[in-house]
């Protein structure tokens, strides 16, 4: 298992929910660091770039609309096999068919309000990192 690094991000629903430490909580506790953050109060142009893969998509407009409805929590996640452990721990899509025990399980409603975020493989880590953080932003331990 390589070390890597993947871009995490708490979605509105978990800061309004008052949610952020309790996920960061899981994050350090499987083994992963945060070595950047910052909150962000996301534009519809930052929001939508960050989205660019599904703009032809019918839910673009609504997932725009939800990540700019309040702050979010970005992060950088480093560990062994970071990309696909944040995965693991946040469960799938949609909250109604995420396993027990993990992130959008526990904390989200909805398939649009669903917590988190976390980059699906190293192109897009890459590239989601390089989206949020400079590289004097992130600080290894
Ligand atoms: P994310 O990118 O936010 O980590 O979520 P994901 O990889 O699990 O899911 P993805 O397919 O990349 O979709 C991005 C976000 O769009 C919303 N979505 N809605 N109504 C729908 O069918 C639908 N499909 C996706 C979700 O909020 C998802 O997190
Ligand atoms: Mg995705």
Redesign the pocket.
Known sequence: MATERTLS?I?PDAVAKNAIGEIIARFEKAGLQVVAAKMLQLSEEKAGGF?A??KE????K??VG?MTSGPVVVQVLEGNDAIAKN?DL?G???PKEAAPGTIRADFAE?????A?????SSASAEREIAYFFSADEICPR
């Open positions: 991000i979605k989205y893969e599904h998509r019918p839910f673009f609504d997932l939800f995965r946040m799938a899509t949609n909805t398939i649009d309000a669903n988190v975020h976390g980059s699906d």
